[in-house]
């Protein structure tokens, strides 16, 4: 329809590129093309930048040529671009062979074959009526390759599919989905644009075909069984004759074994007596040592001693001095106390007598004032008339400002009023903001419950620790015994509800703790852990061959509360030793809750207690008579927890309820706000008002004065002689009350300056007495240091004279009388020895180490075992007559046949489950990806229907193979979603489609793409939404862009990335 009518040169129009700066190409995106008499075209050319491409024009003018040239170019099948079922149908009418040239950028970091190729590939497809041709060229138009197996290889490296309708996307097939309203059909698109169709066909293909390798392999095992059969029933008949030969030569040891069997006993005799002298001798260096270690700890706790009463005696020292200072410091203190109150006494006389003078001059101000009365009262009747003037004009005035500052009030109560709301609505958004925190927090550790509750290792050190376990598994064979780890996995808990928050806070770090035999196994898995990110992992070296510790009743605290040892179950003794040794599980007591606590921590004080720790969550213990009670940090059920549902569940509940106070939240602050939109307009009323009513103010106050200055001009005559005499006594008066007043001033600065004075005397004397109190903590503090001393010093002393009364009446006699053993012994193997010379030498005894259990035995039990050897030979040798060697020829022939076979067949069947177990995982990661994409594509068709205000949801059904679109229209007030595109209008429709494409353009790689006629059906205001979707999607996405539209592209703003090329119309 559009390449129907064609002129016979194609060309771009010049004046329609709107372009400023071409950006540079990248690799793989379309740099020019040229068609030559294909399809409507006779010679056009077109170049492309490589970011957003319009190509504009009527129907018929070609513009969808370009795309079927694309796809022809880049090796597609004719049938597939929907234009013919031939190659040759694509050549212009009248002509007999058409080309297509297309230029290719090849620079960058994804080049093909740069070296070969250039920067440029220029692909050339000739087609011709009888047949059609592949050339790849280099940049200088030099041929490279021909073979369909070379343009293959280059598209497949630059991922260019032009079948895949997210790259390609013909009107054809977007009508097609337009028109679609089965959800298979969807299915189908997204199958195909996604390419999980042919992953899927592809994982198919090949577990077909490893389960026909499997069968092969099978039947060719199956046929060695019987020649398997024949090599075990020879093997068998060589172990007998083994076996007879076997017996004679034992039986030939026996006899030399029975000989010296009684030396040998005597000797094992000596090596025991000689290990328990060894035993007894490495006691002494022992107890030598704790006796050297007694004699220098003290002699160090002798030095401390010295120092420590050194210390105290230069702290004594100086705690006298500064109770010297102290006393000296007091009586300047003293003095300047009583000057500051003498000053104030002397300030308040002062004070009371200028105000008494203050009263004198009031009270002869009121005589004036009062004469001055008696004269308006006499000329009251003259001056009636301008008096009733001013009283009106005052009235007026004070109506003026009754009303001016009942404005003003209601102004600063307006105001008042909008900083009230401007601080609830802080207060509501700070609340909301603390609300979602709080719901995110919750949300948070409900995953890591979540995952807890799935995986019990991770709770002791997520996936780092589940890394390290899979190392140690994998490298178990190089330690001497397995890790155990983390100890936390190795514990259960009695009544875990209720005590594992509080056994977690005993035990602490221990938990995440690995356990290791010696120090060999600590330095790899010290290595492991490094190789696992898990870098600072806790590693203990203890005995696993130790039994479980008993501990006496003696050294368990004495009270009837559990201890967290009582607490804990394990299988594995070396993690309950570990704890006890490590941790003192034995001595850590728990309670319910702090005032059960307080009483056996504080008041009872058991012996063998380490610490309280309760239910409630508190830590206490007692050291040194200091009482210290402490938070512990962390809510929660706790990871010796057996389930964390019921934790959960309520976590969910928190978190729903904090959701809940967010969104009433939300609503109080829309209220608020519209308060304080109502605040402020009455505010800018009342302002208005406040202004109009102040300039009235302003000119009646003027009318006022004015009436008053003409007042006071005709009572300025008041002929007064006392009026005179009280002027001139006022203004003495006044004069004294001045002098008065500069003397009251001075005495205030001397009364300041002596406070001043005695505070900072005061500040200095505390800060003396500060330090004095410092210093007398500090020497009680080193007395009780040096008393400690002192107590250790004496437990040292007993401890070196229990190791040397251990020494002399234990160790050294018990080492003697073990002497005199070994020398009887001695002499007894002497004896034996020589008669067992007799019978054979010694050295002939090496030869019968193979019999095993003979050391152990005794000759009368050696003797009886000749015997049985020697009637069971008799027995064997009536059975087989055949000889061995040619019995083992037989054998050994055979056998290299069939290990041969069995290596073929096993390496067979080794290379088939490797593919099974690859296929496994790539049909794993398949349907991982496959479901990540569905919920990729929902998110990302839903982002784009927002632009235009419509909201939508995309399901897909990978068992159903079918693939719905809900769409709910904003104008829809029964909110009821679109299941159909159909039910649609025209333009959203299109919009619709172009959300979904651009959804999947999203989830695959090419270095170009195109659509063509992506806006049919699409009103004005569809287009312009559509246009500028997919523009600001473009540039963001990087990728070259083709699209082909013959609607008004205006709304498009121009720019260094937007190019846009109109097609000249077709001729009729």
């Known amino acids: ?46 170049e492309f930048v490589n970011a957003v491409n319009f190509v504009l024009g009527q129907n018929g003018s070609g513009k969808s040529a370009i795309l079927t040239a694309l796809c022809v170019a880049f090796g ?87 079948d895949n309708p997210c790259v390609i996307m013909s009107q054809d097939k977007s009508r097609e989905f337009l028109h679609s309203g089965n959800d298979k059909d969807k299915f189908k698109f997204f199958y195909k644009a996604t390419l999980l169709q042919q992953v899927n066909d592809l994982l198919e293909n090949i577990s077909k075909e490893i389960g026909v390798a499997h069968g092969i392999v099978k039947d060719l095992e199956g046929s060695i069984k019987p020649v398997e059969k024949e090599l075990k029933e020879l093997q068998d008949k060589i172990k007998a004759m083994e076996h007879i030969e076997q017996m004679s030569v034992d039986i030939q040891k026996l006899k030399k074994k029975l000989a010296w069997s009684w030396v040998y006993d005597v000797d094992k005799n000596l090596q025991a007596q000689s290990a328990k002298i060894d035993k007894l001798k490495n006691r002494i260096p022992a107890c030598q040592a704790k006796i050297d270690q007694q004699l220098n700890d003290i002699e160090r706790l002798k030095e401390g001693i010295s120092e420590k009463k050194d210390v105290i005696a230069i702290m004594m020292e100086e705690y006298t001095q500064l109770n010297q200072i102290i006393a000296d410091q007091n009586q300047p203190l003293s003095l300047a106390r009583k000057e500051a109150l003498e000053l104030e006494h002397d300030c308040n006389s002062k ?57 003003k009030e209601e102004e600063t109560k307006l105001m008042n009023n909008i900083n009230l709301q401007n601080e609830e609505i802080k207060t509501i958004v700070y609340k909301i903001q603390d609300h979602e925190n709080n719901c995110n927090e919750i949300s948070k550790q409900i995953r890591d419950y979540e995952q807890k509750q799935g995986n019990k290792i991770a709770g002791f050190g997520g996936q780092r620790v589940i890394h390290l376990i899979y190392l140690v598994e994998k490298n178990h064979q190089r330690f001497k015994m397995p890790p155990i780890g983390p100890i936390g996995v190795h514990l259960n808990l009695l009544d875990a509800k209720k005590w594992a928050a509080t056994v977690e806070h005993a035990i602490g770090g221990l938990l995440n703790s690995f356990i290791v035999t010696d120090h060999k196994d ?67 007591v728990l309670v319910k809750d702090y005032d059960t606590g307080k009483v056996v921590a504080f008041n009872q004080k058991p012996r063998n207690l380490k610490e309280i720790y309760t239910a409630d969550g508190k830590k206490m213990f007692c050291r040194g008579g200091v009482e210290t009670t402490l938070p512990l940090k962390g809510k929660g059920p706790g990871r010796l927890c057996s389930s964390f549902e019921d934790h959960i569940k309520d976590l969910r509940s928190k978190a729903s309820d904090e959701q809940n ?100 005397l005061k500040v200095k004397f505390d800060k003396l007495r500060g330090s004095a109190e410092d210093k007398f903590t500090a020497i009680e503090k080193a007395g009780s240091q040096c008393r400690k001393i002192e107590s250790e010093l004496e437990s040292a002393e007993q401890g070196k004279a229990h190791y040397e009364n251990l020494m002399e009446n234990k160790v050294l006699p018990a080492i003697k009388k073990a002497e005199e053993e070994y020398q009887e012994l001695t002499k007894m193997r002497e004896e034996y020895a020589k008669k067992a010379s007799i019978i054979c030498p010694e050295y002939e005894i090496n030869d019968c180490d193979s019999l095993e259990g003979c050391d152990m035995k005794t000759p009368d039990q050696i003797s009886a075992e000749l015997k049985e050897l020697n009637q069971k030979v008799e027995h064997e040798c009536r059975r087989h007559s055949e000889p061995i060697a040619d019995l083992r020829m037989l054998y050994e022939k055979k056998q290299r046949k069939i290990m041969k076979r069995q290596k073929v067949y096993k390496a067979l069947r080794q290379k088939l489950d490797a593919c099974q177990r690859a296929l496994e995982i790539r049909g794993k990661k398949f349907k991982s990806n496959a479901t ?53 209008s025209g333009g959203e429709r299109s919009f619709s489609t172009l959300c979904f494409a651009l959804a999947l353009h999203e989830m695959s790689e090419s270095p170009f793409r195109a659509m063509d006629e992506f806006d049919v059906f699409m009103d004005a205001v569809s287009r312009k939404i559509s246009l500028e979707t997919l523009v600001d999607f473009c540039v963001a996405q990087g990728s070259q862009w083709l699209f082909i539209t013959p609607h008004d592209t205006s709304t498009v703003k121009p720019g260094p990335k937007v190019k846009k090329m109109q097609m000249l119309a077709p001729r009729s």
Request: glycine share 4%; with cysteine.
């Open 351 to 407: 004070t009371s007598k200028v105000q008494k003078m203050l009263q004198r001059l009031k009270k002869l101000e009121q005589e004036v004032q009062d004469l001055h009365e008696q004269h308006v009262k006499n000329t009251q009747a003259e001056k009636s008339d301008l008096e009733e003037k001013l009283k009106g004009l005052q009235h007026e005035v004070h109506a003026a400002e009754l009303d001016w500052g009942r404005l």
């Open 76 to 162: 597609s099948r004719a049938k597939k671009t929907d234009r013919a079922n031939h190659l040759k149908d694509l050549i212009k009418k009248g002509c007999s062979n058409a080309v297509i040239h297309v230029e290719i950028q090849n620079e960058g970091e994804d080049a093909f074959k740069p070296e070969i190729y250039g920067d440029v590939i220029i692909v050339e497809r000739r087609i011709s009526v009888s047949a059609n041709s592949i050339i790849l060229k280099d940049h200088q138009g030099k041929r490279v390759g021909h073979r369909i197996a070379d343009l293959r290889e280059m598209v497949e490296h630059f991922n260019i599919d032009v």
């Open 661 to 760: 106070a967010a969104n009433e939240g939300k609503s109080r602050k829309r209220q608020a706000e519209i308060k304080l939109r109502e605040l402020e307009s009455n505010l800018t009323s009342v302002k208005r008002h406040c202004e109009n009513v102040g300039r009235s103010l302003s000119s009646k106050k003027l009318a006022l004065e004015e009436a008053m200055h003409q007042h006071a001009a005709e009572n300025s005559s008041i002929p007064s002689s006392s009026v005179e005499e009280l002027d001139v006594e006022i203004t003495e008066f006044k004069k004294k009350l001045e002098e008065e007043q500069i003397l009251l001033e001075a005495l205030r600065q001397r009364k300041d300056e002596a406070s001043g004075k005695a505070k900072d």
């Open 932 to 984: 990540r994409l569905k919920q990729q594509l929902s998110w990302k068709f839903n982002d784009h229907l927002r632009k235009k205000g419509i909201s939508g949801l995309i399901k897909v059904n990978y068992e159903e193979k079918t693939l719905s679109i809900e769409v709910q229209m904003p104008q829809d007030a029964s909110n009821r979603a679109v299941r159909d595109t159909r039910g649609l």
């Open 522 to 588: 600590f330095l790899l898995l010290k290595q492991l852990a490094k190789e696992a990110n898990y870098r600072n992992l806790q590693i203990i070296i203890y005995d696993f061959s130790i039994p479980r510790l008993k501990i006496p009743q003696h050294m368990l605290p004495e009270t009837n509360h559990p201890s967290t040892l009582s607490l804990l179950q394990s299988e594995n003794d070396t993690v309950i030793n570990v704890l006890v040794d490590l941790g003192n599980v034995e001595r850590q």
């Open 1 to 46: 329809m559009e390449e129907g009518m064609g002129e016979s040169t194609t060309r771009v129009c010049p004046s329609n590129l709107r372009y400023e700066q071409q950006p540079q190409h990248t690799a793989g995106t379309i740099k020019k093309i040229r068609l030559e008499n294909f399809m409507c075209h006779e010679n056009f050319e077109m």
